[in-house]
C-alpha cells in the first residue's frame, strides 16, 4: 500500500503524492516494465491466428525463413522466460503491499484478499470479453494461495516454492503421457471413433484441418458478440486451466517473494553478486532452450514432445534464466537513465499497459477492427509489436508525471478500498523560508 505523508510547517501543508517515486522500488518496476513487453511479443501470435500456432508453427503462420527465425529467437530468448519474472514479480510486490498495509495499521490480509478478489473479477471479463489468453485470473487465484505462505523465511519460501514448481511438472508429466496414450489409440489400425475424438479434443487439437482454421478464422472475423458468444458457451474452460497451471505460478511467486524479501529483487546485491547471477543463469538457460529449440526442429514439432520439453524439462532452467535476466536488467539500469525511466513507468502501469495490449491487438487483428486475423505470417504479425512497445513507453511516464496512477491500476485500487483514489496529482506548496 502506498503511503500518504503529510507535513504542516507554518499553517501550509506539504503533501507527497501516493505513488511518489520515493514510495516505489525502482528495480521492480523496470524489471516489471521489461517482463510485460516480453510477454506481449510472443503473445502477439496467440492474437493473429489460431491458437495451434503458437506452439507448432507448421499448424499455420509460416515455419521456414523469417518466420522460423523469429519462432525460434522467441523460444530462445523470450518465451517463459517473461511469464517467470512477471510471476516473481507479483509475488514481490504482494509482499510489498501487504507491508505496507501493515505498517499503516491496516490488515494485510484483508487488504490482500480484497485487491485480488477485484483482479479475478477484471480477469474474468477480460477472458470472457476481450482475449481467451487471460493471466489474471490465474493471478488472482494464486495469490490468495501464495499469501498463507507470506510470513516463511527466505531458504524456506525458495524451497517451497521449488517444491511448486515440481507439482506442475508432475501434473503436466501425467498429462502429456495420457495425451501419448491417446495419440497412439487415435493412430491405430483399429482406431475408433471415441479414440481420434478424444485425441483431437486434446493435444491433437494442435494439428488442425483446412476446416477448423477456416471455422477459427471465421469466427474471429466476425462480430464480437460471436467471439463473446463463444467464450461464454464454453464458460467452464478457464477453470481447469487454472488450476493446471496453480502449481507452477505459486511456485514462482513464492520464489518472487524470496527474492524480495532477500534484497535480490530490489537491487540491493552488490554488482559482483549480479554479475555472477548473469554469467551463471543465461548461459545454462540458453543451453537448455537451444537443445528444445532444436529438438522442436527435428521433430518436425511433434506436439506432445514440444509440450513435454518446454512445459516439463525446461522449467528449471527457465526459472534460473529468468533470475539472470533480472540481474541483468538491475545492472543495466543502476544509473536511472533515461530508457531505464522510461520502463519503469511502464512497469508502474503494468496494468494498464497489458489490458491495453489486449485491446490493440484484438482491434488491429479481430473483425470489430481492422479484421487482420489470419492474414499475417508470423513475423509480419511480429511487426506490430516494436510499434505497441514505442506507444508503451511513449504514454507511461508522462501520465504518471501528472497522475498518481495508470487508469485501470486507479479502477483496481479504487475498487479494492471501496472509494474513489485520489488520480491527480497535487503539486507541492513550498516549505517557508
Known amino acids: 500500500m502506498d503511503?500518504?505523508?503529510?507535513?504542516?510547517d507554518g499553517g501550509?501543508?506539504?503533501?507527497?503524492?501516493?505513488?511518489?517515486?520515493?514510495?516505489?522500488?525502482?528495480?521492480?518496476?523496470?524489471?516489471?516494465?521489461v517482463a510485460l513487453m516480453g510477454i506481449f511479443s510472443v503473445n502477439i501470435i496467440a492474437f493473429a491466428m489460431i491458437e495451434a500456432a503458437y506452439?507448432?508453427?507448421?499448424?499455420?503462420?509460416?515455419?521456414?525463413?523469417?518466420?522460423?527465425?523469429?519462432?525460434?529467437?522467441?523460444?530462445?530468448?523470450?518465451?517463459?522466460?517473461?511469464?517467470?519474472?512477471?510471476?516473481?514479480?507479483?509475488?514481490?510486490?504482494?509482499?510489498?503491499?501487504?507491508?505496507?498495509?501493515e505498517a499503516a495499521g491496516h490488515s494485510g490480509a484483508q487488504v490482500h484478499v480484497r485487491r485480488m478478489l477485484v483482479l479475478l473479477g477484471f480477469g474474468l471479463i477480460h477472458f470472457y470479453l476481450i482475449w481467451f489468453g487471460d493471466i489474471l485470473t490465474l493471478y488472482a487465484v494464486s495469490g490468495l494461495v501464495a499469501f498463507m505462505f507470506r510470513h516463511l523465511p527466505v531458504e524456506?519460501?525458495?524451497?517451497?516454492?521449488?517444491?511448486?514448481?515440481?507439482?506442475?511438472?508432475?501434473?503436466f508429466a501425467m498429462f502429456m503421457v495420457s495425451q501419448y496414450q491417446a495419440d497412439v489409440a487415435a493412430h491405430a489400425a483399429n482406431a475408433t471413433r471415441e479414440a481420434v475424438k478424444k485425441w483431437n479434443e486434446g493435444l491433437g487439437s494442435f494439428y488442425p484441418s483446412a476446416a477448423k482454421i477456416a471455422e477459427d478464422k471465421a469466427l474471429h472475423l466476425g462480430p464480437w458478440t460471436g467471439l463473446v458468444s463463444d467464450n461464454l458457451k464454453d464458460w467452464r474452460?478457464?477453470?481447469?486451466?487454472?488450476?493446471?497451471?496453480?502449481?507452477?505460478?505459486?511456485?514462482?511467486?513464492?520464489?518472487?517473494?524470496?527474492?524480495?524479501r532477500s534484497g535480490f529483487l530490489t537491487g540491493e546485491w552488490d554488482d559482483a553478486a549480479y554479475r555472477r547471477v548473469v554469467k551463471i543463469a543465461i548461459p545454462v538457460g540458453l543451453a537448455?532452450?537451444?537443445?528444445?529449440?532444436?529438438?522442436?526442429?527435428?521433430?518436425?514439432?511433434?506436439?506432445?514432445?514440444?509440450?513435454?520439453?518446454?512445459?516439463i524439462l525446461a522449467t528449471p532452467f527457465?526459472?534460473?534464466?529468468?533470475?539472470?535476466?533480472?540481474?541483468?536488467?538491475?545492472?543495466?539500469?543502476?544509473?536511472?537513465?533515461?530508457?531505464?525511466q522510461r520502463i519503469a513507468a511502464a512497469g508502474r502501469c503494468a496494468f494498464t499497459n497489458y489490458l491495453g495490449t489486449s485491446l490493440i491487438a484484438t482491434f488491429v487483428f479481430y473483425g470489430w477492427g481492422l479484421g487482420l486475423y489470419g492474414s499475417a505470417s508470423r513475423w509480419q504479425a511480429w511487426l506490430l509489436v516494436p510499434l505497441v512497445w514505442l506507444v508503451i513507453l511513449a504514454w507511461s511516464k508522462p501520465w504518471l508525471e501528472r497522475f498518481n496512477y495508470g487508469p485501470?491500476?486507479?479502477?483496481?485500487?479504487?475498487?479494492?478500498?471501496?472509494?474513489?483514489?485520489?488520480?491527480?496529482?497535487?503539486?507541492?506548496l513550498p516549505l517557508p523560508a
Open 3 to 8: 503511503v500518504e505523508a503529510d507535513q504542516r
Open 12 to 33: 501550509q501543508e506539504v503533501t507527497t503524492p501516493a505513488s511518489d517515486s520515493t514510495d516505489r522500488i525502482f528495480s521492480i518496476d523496470v524489471i516489471r516494465g
Open 55 to 101: 506452439f507448432n508453427p507448421p499448424a499455420y503462420g509460416g515455419w521456414r525463413g523469417a518466420d522460423l527465425a523469429l519462432w525460434a529467437t522467441n523460444m530462445l530468448v523470450i518465451d517463459g522466460k517473461m511469464r517467470t519474472l512477471f510471476s516473481m514479480l507479483f509475488g514481490a510486490s504482494t509482499l510489498l503491499v501487504i507491508d505496507r498495509a
Open 156 to 171: 524456506r519460501l525458495i524451497a517451497l516454492g521449488a517444491a511448486f514448481l515440481v507439482v506442475g511438472m508432475l501434473i
Open 237 to 260: 474452460e478457464i477453470f481447469p486451466n487454472t488450476l493446471a497451471f496453480m502449481p507452477d505460478t505459486i511456485g514462482l511467486m513464492l520464489i518472487g517473494m524470496a527474492g524480495f
Open 288 to 311: 537448455a532452450c537451444a537443445a528444445i529449440v532444436a529438438y522442436d526442429i527435428s521433430s518436425n514439432f511433434y506436439i506432445i514432445g514440444v509440450f513435454s520439453a518446454f512445459v
Open 318 to 340: 527457465i526459472t534460473i534464466m529468468a533470475l539472470g535476466y533480472a540481474a541483468l536488467i538491475i545492472l543495466a539500469s543502476r544509473r536511472h537513465g533515461w530508457l531505464a
Open 408 to 428: 485501470f491500476e486507479w479502477a483496481w485500487r479504487s475498487l479494492a478500498r471501496g472509494k474513489l483514489q485520489p488520480m491527480r496529482k497535487r503539486r507541492a
